[in-house]
C-alpha cells in the first residue's frame, strides 16, 4: 500500500502519549494553541522540505499533524520537534519509488512476480538514450521516408532463427493472441489435448482461443497424440495447426506426441499453416553449459514450422516482449492486423532486445555478458563459497534469536522453463533458535523482517526454515549492499 501524507500520523503519538496526569486532567486543562501555518512553514526544517517536496505535500503532511494533534494532545504545549519529524518521514514515505529493487533469493532465476530475466549493461544503455533523445524509432534514415519499427529487430531474428521474417510485440500471450486473430478468426485451430497449458492463472490456450475468435478442435488424449489424430481432424473448417510447448509441467509415464517435422509434413500436404507456441525460447542450445535442453526457435523453424513465438523475457533473457518468426507472407499478414498496433513493441523494449540479441552473435561469451544465462551456468561451489563468506555476518545480526547455515539446496529456472530441472545451489538456512518454545510462525515473521529492509530481501520458506538461495547474489557489489544492510534487520521477539 503506498503511504500518503494524509495518512494517519504516528509519531505524534509517541511525545504526547504520556499516562494522564490526574493533576492536570481536572480540571478541564487550558488548550495549547499551534504557531499558524505560515509561521510553522518558515521554520528552516520546513523550508527544506518545500525545496525538496513542494509547497503542497509540505501543507497536506503540517496539516495532518495538527489534525491529530488536536485530537489528542491539544492540552499539551505544542512542540516542534514532532512536529518536523513526522512531516520528514511523511514525505520521505511518499516520495519513496514504489517499484524498487530486490534481492530474487528464492531460488527461481526467472521469477515473473520479481521481474523474470535482468538486463545486461548494454541493455541499459540502449533504455536510457531511446529515452532521453529523438530516435530513428519509425523513420527511414536512407530514404527520409516513414520507418517500420520492426526494423530494428528484424534481421537480428531472422539472423538467430534462420526464419524469412519477424515482428514482435508487446510479450508471448499477445503473440499468441495476434497470431491466432490473423489466422484463425472464425475457424477451427487443431491442438493436442496434453497442451492445452494455463501459464499463470491467467493465459490459458482455450480461453486465448476464445478470445481470438476462434474455435479450439482438442486432438487426441492427454498423454498420447499421434500423427492420425490429426490428420483425421483436418477439415475445410481448419485454418492452423498448432503446438504448444508444455512449459511449466512434464507429462511423463505412457505418453506419444507428434514430432515437429512430422506434423509440419501433414499440414504442408494439406495447406494448413503449422504454428508453434514455444513459451521460453532460448535462442541458444543450452546443453553446451550442462543446462537442461530447451528446443530453440532455430530448430523448430528448421523442423518446418511455419511461424514461432516465444518471450523475450525467459531463457531469452531480454526485456519483456512476444516475438513472432516465420514465413514472410504469414508474418506480413500478422503486421497488417490492426491488433498488431495495439500491441506494439515500444522504444525502450526495442532498444533493449536489440542490444540483447546482439550478445548472441558471440555465444561463446554469453555465459559472461546476459545476466540470466550468467546465474543459470553459475557453479554451485562458487554460491557455496559466498554463502561461506555472508553466513557470519547474517549469524551476527541473529545473535541468539534464530540460527543461521549453509546448506545444499536446488535452484530453479522459472517462469515456465524446464519445470522438472532443477541447479545445484547453496541457501543460508535460517531457523529458530534449539530453545524456542513456539517456533510455529516464526519463518513467517523472519520472512517479513527481511522483506522490510531497505532492499527488501525475499526467500523462501521450506521445512520450517527462511532459505535464502544465494544463486542470484551477484559476487562482489551485490554480496556488500546485501551484508551492509543486515544490522537494519528487525528481528522479530524471542519466542
Ligand atoms: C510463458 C508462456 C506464454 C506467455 O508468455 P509471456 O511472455 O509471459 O506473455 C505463452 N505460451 C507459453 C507456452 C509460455 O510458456
Redesign the pocket.
Known amino acids: 500500500m503506498r503511504s500518503q501524507v494524509g495518512s494517519t500520523p504516528t509519531l505524534f503519538r509517541q511525545p504526547f502519549m504520556t499516562p494522564a496526569d490526574p493533576a492536570r486532567s481536572s480540571p478541564r486543562p487550558a488548550l495549547h494553541r499551534p504557531p499558524s501555518l505560515d509561521r510553522l512553514l518558515d521554520r528552516p526544517a520546513l523550508r527544506t522540505l518545500v525545496d525538496i517536496h513542494g509547497r503542497g505535500p509540505v501543507l497536506a503532511a503540517a496539516r495532518a499533524y495538527l489534525a491529530g494533534w488536536r485530537e489528542s494532545a491539544a492540552d499539551q504545549p505544542f512542540d516542534p520537534a514532532p512536529f518536523e519529524d513526522h512531516c520528514r518521514a511523511a514525505l520521505e514515505a511518499r516520495a519513496a519509488p514504489h517499484l524498487k529493487p530486490v534481492f530474487n533469493l528464492t531460488g527461481t532465476v526467472l521469477h515473473?512476480n520479481l521481474g523474470?530475466a535482468l538486463a545486461p549493461p548494454e541493455a541499459v544503455q540502449a533504455v536510457a538514450e531511446a529515452m532521453a533523445r529523438p530516435t530513428n524509432l519509425e523513420y527511414d534514415l536512407a530514404s527520409g521516408q516513414r520507418g517500420d519499427r520492426d526494423d530494428h529487430i528484424e534481421d537480428l531474428l531472422r539472423e538467430l532463427t534462420g526464419a524469412e521474417a519477424a515482428t514482435a510485440v508487446?510479450?508471448?500471450?499477445?503473440?499468441?493472441l495476434l497470431l491466432l486473430g490473423t489466422l484463425a478468426s472464425g475457424k477451427e485451430v487443431l491442438v493436442s489435448r496434453g497442451e492445452l497449458?494455463e501459464?499463470?492463472g491467467a493465459?490459458r490456450?482455450p480461453d486465448i482461443m476464445r478470445r481470438a475468435g476462434a474455435r479450439l478442435v482438442e486432438v487426441g488424449t492427454t498423454n498420447r497424440t499421434h500423427l492420425r489424430d490429426y490428420a483425421e481432424a483436418i477439415s475445410p473448417r481448419t485454418a492452423l495447426v498448432m503446438k504448444?510447448?508444455?512449459?511449466?509441467y512434464a507429462v511423463q509415464g505412457f505418453t506419444a506426441a507428434v514430432p515437429e517435422p512430422e506434423l509440419a509434413a501433414l499440414c504442408r500436404e494439406r495447406g494448413i499453416p503449422f504454428a508453434v507456441?514455444?513459451?521460453?525460447g532460448s535462442l541458444v542450445d543450452l546443453t553446451r553449459w550442462g543446462l537442461p535442453a530447451e528446443p530453440t526457435p532455430a530448430q523448430t523453424v528448421a523442423h518446418g514450422a511455419q511461424l514461432v513465438?516465444?518471450?523475450?523475457?525467459?531463457l531469452l533473457g531480454g526485456p519483456?516482449?512476444?516475438l513472432i518468426v516465420g514465413e514472410k507472407s504469414l508474418v506480413a499478414r500478422i503486421k497488417r492486423n490492426p491488433l498488431k498496433r495495439a500491441l506494439r513493441l515500444d522504444k525502450m523494449t526495442i532498444a533493449a532486445l536489440e542490444a540483447v540479441l546482439k550478445l548472441y552473435r558471440d555465444p561463446d561469451r554469453l555465459t559472461r555478458r546476459l545476466p540470466s544465462l550468467r546465474l543459470l551456468t553459475r557453479p554451485a561451489e562458487n554460491i557455496r563459497a559466498l554463502a561461506e563468506r555472508v553466513a557470519p555476518a547474517l549469524a551476527q545480526t541473529l545473535g541468539d534469536r534464530a540460527t543461521v547455515q549453509v546448506q545444499p539446496c536446488r535452484s530453479q529456472i522459472g517462469?515456465?522453463?524446464l519445470p522438472v530441472d532443477r541447479l545445484d545451489s547453496a541457501c543460508l538456512a535460517i531457523g529458530a533458535p534449539a530453545g524456542a518454545k513456539r517456533a510455529g510462525g516464526f519463518p513467517d515473521r523472519l520472512a517479513a523482517a527481511f522483506r522490510s529492509l531497505p532492499v527488501p530481501v525475499i526467500g523462501r520458506i521450506e521445512d520450517g526454515q527462511l532459505r535464502l538461495d544465494l544463486r542470484c547474489l551477484e559476487d562482489g557489489d551485490d554480496e556488500r549492499a546485501f551484508v551492509a544492510q543486515l544490522p537494519l534487520l528487525k528481528l522479530p521477539q524471542r519466542v
Do not use: C, E, Y
Open positions: 515473473t523474470r508487446n510479450n508471448n500471450a499477445a503473440a499468441v497449458v501459464i499463470g493465459f490456450i504448444v510447448h508444455t512449459s511449466n507456441d514455444l513459451g521460453s513465438t516465444f518471450s523475450g523475457d525467459k519483456q516482449a512476444g517462469s515456465g522453463s
